[in-house]
Nanobody, 122 residues
Framework: QVQLEESGGGLVRAGGSLRLSCAAS????????MGWFRQPPGKEREFVAAIKWNGDSPYYTDSVKGRFTISRDNAKKTVYLQMNSLQPEDTAVYYCNAIAYSGGYVGYFPSWGQGTHVTVSS
């Protein structure tokens, strides 16, 4: 069973930055498109960003374009999310997963990690 462990969240003021990390126990990590999702309070989980196995053509949801940067280190089996210019609407629990497409970007593995909490104060 794959294990996904997110870290790096915290409390930050609007305009601040955080860097999230996700370590994956996947022997074939480099073969997966990896991504980040988030679940704001009281809302459903939503797609945030995705990155191909070689780091090319990262893709972002419109609300984070120009502020967030996804990257990965296949040797460390880790995917990162650098978040700059954070806004209160970015407050959410952030999760990583491999990416699948089913009418939109969804998590490939049915089991999710615990996530990491990001709170942005105004």
């Amino acid at each position: 069973q794959v294990q996904l462990e997110e870290s790096g969240g915290g409390l930050v003021r609007a305009g601040g930055s955080l860097r999230l990390s996700c370590a994956a126990s996947l022997s074939t990590f480099s073969s997966y498109v990896m991504g980040w999702f988030r679940q704001p309070p009281g809302k459903e989980r939503e797609f945030v960003a995705a990155i191909k196995w070689n780091g090319d053509s990262p893709y972002y949801t419109d609300s984070v374009k120009g502020r967030f940067t996804i990257s990965r280190d296949n040797a460390k089996k880790t995917v990162y999310l650098q978040m700059n210019s954070l806004q209160p609407e970015d407050t959410a629990v952030y999760y990583c997963n491999a990416i699948a497409y089913s009418g939109g970007y969804v998590g490939y593995f049915p089991s999710w990690g615990q996530g990491t909490h990001v709170t942005v104060s105004s």
